[in-house]
Protein backbone atom coordinates (compact mmCIF):
# COMPACT_ATOMS: atom_id res chain seq x y z
CA UNK A 1 0.00 0.00 0.00
CA UNK A 2 1.15 3.43 -1.12
CA UNK A 3 -0.14 6.23 0.43
CA UNK A 4 -0.32 9.54 -0.74
CA UNK A 5 -1.20 12.52 1.00
CA UNK A 6 -2.13 16.20 0.07
CA UNK A 7 -3.75 19.93 1.02
CA UNK A 8 -1.59 20.94 2.75
CA UNK A 9 -0.88 24.86 2.70
CA UNK A 10 -0.46 28.06 4.11
CA UNK A 11 -3.67 29.36 6.35
CA UNK A 12 -3.86 32.03 8.98
CA UNK A 13 -5.53 30.86 12.43
CA UNK A 14 -9.17 30.35 12.66
CA UNK A 15 -9.33 29.19 8.60
CA UNK A 16 -10.50 25.45 7.69
CA UNK A 17 -8.17 23.06 5.40
CA UNK A 18 -8.92 19.40 4.31
CA UNK A 19 -6.33 16.78 3.99
CA UNK A 20 -6.54 14.06 1.67
CA UNK A 21 -4.86 10.96 1.42
CA UNK A 22 -4.97 8.34 -1.62
CA UNK A 23 -4.39 4.78 -1.26
CA UNK A 24 -3.18 2.71 -3.86
CA UNK A 25 -3.17 -1.19 -4.30
CA UNK A 26 -6.37 -3.51 -2.96
CA UNK A 27 -8.63 -3.52 -0.09
CA UNK A 28 -8.30 -0.22 0.95
CA UNK A 29 -11.58 -1.38 3.20
CA UNK A 30 -9.48 -3.45 5.19
CA UNK A 31 -7.63 -0.70 6.64
CA UNK A 32 -7.86 1.61 9.10
CA UNK A 33 -6.57 5.21 8.69
CA UNK A 34 -4.65 7.76 10.67
CA UNK A 35 -3.52 10.96 10.55
CA UNK A 36 -0.43 11.77 12.56
CA UNK A 37 1.59 15.29 12.85
CA UNK A 38 5.43 15.87 13.38
CA UNK A 39 6.05 19.46 14.53
CA UNK A 40 9.48 21.12 13.75
CA UNK A 41 12.09 19.99 16.58
CA UNK A 42 8.82 17.85 17.82
CA UNK A 43 8.37 14.18 17.85
CA UNK A 44 5.29 13.40 15.81
CA UNK A 45 2.18 12.87 17.39
CA UNK A 46 -1.33 11.00 16.90
CA UNK A 47 -4.03 13.33 15.54
CA UNK A 48 -6.46 11.13 14.52
CA UNK A 49 -7.89 7.69 13.05
CA UNK A 50 -10.75 6.28 11.71
CA UNK A 51 -11.41 2.33 11.91
CA UNK A 52 -11.64 -0.11 8.56
CA UNK A 53 -14.75 -0.69 9.88
CA UNK A 54 -15.85 2.96 9.52
CA UNK A 55 -17.60 3.10 12.69
CA UNK A 56 -14.87 4.14 14.88
CA UNK A 57 -13.04 7.27 15.16
CA UNK A 58 -10.27 8.18 17.84
CA UNK A 59 -9.30 12.02 18.35
CA UNK A 60 -5.64 13.83 20.59
CA UNK A 61 -7.39 15.81 22.81
CA UNK A 62 -5.86 18.89 21.31
CA UNK A 63 -7.54 18.52 18.00
CA UNK A 64 -11.39 16.89 19.60
CA UNK A 65 -13.74 19.40 18.47
CA UNK A 66 -12.15 20.98 15.67
CA UNK A 67 -10.85 18.19 13.09
CA UNK A 68 -12.88 15.59 11.57
CA UNK A 69 -11.50 12.55 9.76
CA UNK A 70 -13.32 10.41 7.41
CA UNK A 71 -13.10 7.88 4.87
CA UNK A 72 -14.49 7.49 0.57
CA UNK A 73 -13.71 3.55 0.06
CA UNK A 74 -14.71 4.06 -3.23
CA UNK A 75 -12.10 6.54 -4.09
CA UNK A 76 -9.62 4.92 -1.65
CA UNK A 77 -9.08 8.07 0.28
CA UNK A 78 -9.39 9.98 3.83
CA UNK A 79 -10.27 13.14 5.28
CA UNK A 80 -9.11 15.57 7.55
CA UNK A 81 -11.30 18.42 7.74
CA UNK A 82 -9.50 21.25 10.10
CA UNK A 83 -11.72 23.45 11.13
CA UNK A 84 -10.75 26.21 13.65
CA UNK A 85 -6.97 26.13 13.00
CA UNK A 86 -4.57 27.22 15.60
CA UNK A 87 -0.70 28.72 15.12
CA UNK A 88 0.02 25.64 16.86
CA UNK A 89 -1.40 23.21 14.16
CA UNK A 90 1.52 23.95 12.04
CA UNK A 91 3.10 20.73 11.37
CA UNK A 92 3.58 18.32 8.36
CA UNK A 93 0.25 16.01 8.41
CA UNK A 94 1.66 12.26 7.73
CA UNK A 95 -1.60 9.66 6.54
CA UNK A 96 -0.90 6.02 7.72
CA UNK A 97 -2.46 2.52 7.31
CA UNK A 98 -3.28 -0.62 9.56
CA UNK A 99 -4.67 -3.50 8.59
CA UNK A 100 -8.11 -4.19 10.10
CA UNK A 101 -6.51 -1.85 12.70
CA UNK A 102 -7.56 -0.56 16.31
CA UNK A 103 -7.72 3.04 16.48
CA UNK A 104 -6.49 3.18 19.83
CA UNK A 105 -3.97 0.93 18.90
CA UNK A 106 -3.02 2.97 16.07
CA UNK A 107 -2.40 5.89 18.34
CA UNK A 108 0.53 4.19 19.98
CA UNK A 109 2.25 3.60 16.67
CA UNK A 110 1.21 0.37 15.59
CA UNK A 111 1.49 1.15 12.09
CA UNK A 112 1.51 -0.98 9.16
CA UNK A 113 2.29 2.04 6.14
CA UNK A 114 3.11 5.62 6.27
CA UNK A 115 2.82 8.08 3.79
CA UNK A 116 4.67 11.36 2.84
CA UNK A 117 3.68 14.10 4.74
CA UNK A 118 1.89 17.56 3.47
CA UNK A 119 2.85 20.76 5.30
CA UNK A 120 0.11 22.68 7.05
CA UNK A 121 1.28 26.08 8.04
CA UNK A 122 -1.12 28.11 10.05
CA UNK A 123 -0.26 31.73 10.54
CA UNK A 124 -1.36 33.85 13.50
Known amino acids: VQLQASGGGLVQAGDSLRLSCVASGRAFSSYSMGWFRQAPGKEREYVAA????????LYADSVKGRFTISRDNNKNTVYLQMNSAKPEDTAVYYC??????????????????WGEGTLVTVSS
Open 96 to 113: AAARYGRAGIMRRGNIDY
Open 50 to 57: IEWTGGST
